[in-house]
């Protein structure tokens, strides 16, 4: 189907494309354009005006905060960028692996880790993982930026904290530190589909933190899991049994891929899975 008409803005700066925004009821910010596009054809989403976020050549950089505790992500880089990033491979090498497991080669290099996340389609990738991670999302408007955590990010399908006239410039993820390790497992459609359910995790000095993907609108964290697994033993015995039970805490939806009760299952699964890869490569 073809898109109706609509204005279209290309700004040369974050001030112009958040001024556009702010002017604009009806205005959305393009990035990559791989769900934005497609949501318009199908006549999902009209906005009045798309702000094409392209030229933000300030919004395409991976580098290290001044102290070194973060690894900071510009909203339009590329899942592309992330796979081939060596500040990726040093600071937190799974966001690469993962990158690396979405849709095909254009999508990836089409696709950004900002659009991805502020999509929030319950089967993205990154939601789950940056919640596991302990990311930070930086949002600015013109009033300044305000920083908030992917519990206060991600608030439903399609809906995130990022309010109209404002607009995501970075993701910071906490570099990892000594004896720490990360892990991602679930089921996919296909080598490179879209996951049917799926787990992140993180193991370190600080605990274990485990979030579960596309069982709700929101990335759901494992706590009570997290807890159970708070005295250190991380054998595969102890992880299963601390996962006991996770899947009937779940209430995920059904669908013509999978019901209820499987995706749960699935879910219980893939947890286990990621806290195990974690704690292996904690120990590595």
């Known amino acids: 189907m073809l898109l109706r008409e609509v204005e279209y803005a290309r700004p040369a700066t974050v001030e112009e494309a958040i001024a556009l925004l702010s002017e604009h009821d009806g205005a959305r910010a393009l990035a990559g354009g791989q769900t934005l596009v497609n949501v318009m054809k199908a006549r999902a989403a009209s906005p009045d005006v798309l702000v094409d976020l392209a030229d933000l050549a300030e919004l395409r950089t991976i580098s290290f905060s001044a102290d070194q505790s973060a690894l900071e992500i510009g909203a339009m880089v590329t899942n592309t960028m992330v796979i081939s990033s060596s500040e990726v491979e040093v600071a937190r090498p799974i966001l690469a ?23 929030n389609d319950p089967t993205n990738h990154y939601p789950p993982l940056l919640s596991a991670l302990g990311a930070t999302f930086t949002i600015r ?8 955590s992917a519990e206060e990010f991600f608030l439903g399908v399609y809906v995130t904290a990022v309010s109209e006239g404002e607009l995501l410039t970075r993701i910071s993820v906490p570099t990892r530190r000594p004896g720490t390790g990360d892990g991602m497992a679930g089921i996919t459609l296909g080598a490179h589909g879209t996951y049917l359910a799926c787990a992140a995790a ?45 899947g009937a805490t779940l209430d995920p ?10 995706r749960s299952h699935l879910a219980e699964v893939s947890a286990v899975r990621a806290v195990l890869q974690a704690a292996e490569r904690a120990e590595g």
């Open 253 to 262: 939806p059904s669908d013509v891929h999978a019901n209820a009760e499987y």
């Open 202 to 246: 993180t193991v370190g000095p600080d605990g274990v933190r485990i979030s579960i993907g596309c069982v709700a609108a929101v990335p759901v964290r494992a706590t009570e899991m997290e807890e159970r697994l708070a005295d250190g033993d991380l054998s595969e015995a102890a992880v299963r049994a601390a996962a006991h039970g996770l």
């Open 97 to 119: 692996e993962v990158a690396a497991t979405i849709a095909d080669v254009q999508i990836r290099n089409r696709g950004t880790v900002g659009g991805n996340v502020c999509v």
């Open 141 to 148: 408007s013109a009033a300044g930026e305000r920083v908030v």
